[in-house]
Nanobody, 119 residues
Framework: QVHLVESGGGLVQPGGSLRLSCVVS????????MGWYRQAPGKQRDVVAT???????DYADSVKGRFTISRDNAKNTVYLQMTSLKPEDTAVYYC?????????????WGQGTQVTVSP
């Protein structure tokens, strides 16, 4: 099975930065498009950023210009570099598979990593 382990979250002040990591195991990582998602308490889980197998990226409007998604296929890892963080970015952040062979796919969610933006 595909196993997803997120890390890198923490408490940061507004305007600060964090880099999240997601290590993927149990499959051939390079064959999957990947995505980052976030969920605040009582709210829906929403997509934050995606990256294709070829490295093309897309972002939610709320994070565009502040967040950068990237991948390192040699390390089976997808990253989310977050800058200029705002309190509204506070959420549990998850990664997941996005595409496989051109089709949209999902696997089980991992534990996520908590990001808290507060003075």
């Amino acid at each position: 099975q595909v196993h997803l382990v997120e890390s890198g979250g923490g408490l940061v002040q507004p305007g600060g930065s964090l880099r999240l990591s997601c290590v993927v195991s149990g499959t051939i990582f390079s064959m999957y498009g990947m995505g980052w998602y976030r969920q605040a308490p009582g709210k829906q889980r929403d997509v934050v950023a995606t990256i294709t197998t070829g490295g093309s990226t897309d972002y939610a409007d709320s994070v565009k210009g502040r967040f950068t998604i990237s991948r390192d296929n040699a390390k089976n890892t997808v990253y989310l570099q977050m800058t200029s963080l705002k309190p509204e970015d506070t959420a549990v952040y998850y990664c997941n598979v996005e595409t496989f062979l051109g089709a949209k796919v999902k696997t089980d969610w991992g534990q996520g990593t908590q990001v808290t933006v507060s003075p």
